[in-house]
């Protein structure tokens, strides 16, 4: 079982930016990829992106790309997610997760309590 840890949320102006942080641990997380979703209110969860610890080979939705950039510390066991020129749509409860693959719908059940990011316009 792997076990996640959000952080780095928070109140931030239309254009400004914002790193979250994802700690895993568990005796297996290194066999997993480590993806971000994120669910506004009203809305299905989203995926965002994904990433390999292994090979840190990564996978992004379109609508984040150029904006939106996954990393990993394989020393530190984190995930990060560099979000640039936010947007008041990308208002949201971000969640980490470890997954089998890059591909979003192979998500182990393994979820972070989730971290809040507001975008005031």
């Known amino acids: 079982q792997v076990q996640v840890v959000e952080s780095g949320g928070g109140l931030v102006q239309a254009g400004g930016s914002l790193r979250l942080s994802c700690a895993a641990s568990g005796r297996t997380f290194r066999m997993y990829a480590m993806g971000w979703f994120r669910q506004a209110p009203g809305k299905e969860r989203e995926f965002l992106a994904s990433?390999?610890?292994?090979?840190?080979?990564?996978n992004y939705v379109d609508s984040v790309k150029g904006r939106f950039t996954i990393s990993r510390d394989n020393a530190k066991n984190t995930v990060y997610l560099q979000m640039n020129s936010l947007k008041p749509e990308d208002t949201a409860v971000y969640y980490c997760?470890?997954?089998?693959?890059?591909?979003?719908?192979?998500?182990?059940?393994?979820w972070g309590q989730g971290t809040q990011v507001t975008v005031s316009s």
């Open positions: 997760a470890a997954m089998q693959t890059l591909n979003p719908v192979t998500t182990t059940g393994s």
């Open positions: 990433i390999s610890w292994s090979t840190g080979s990564t």
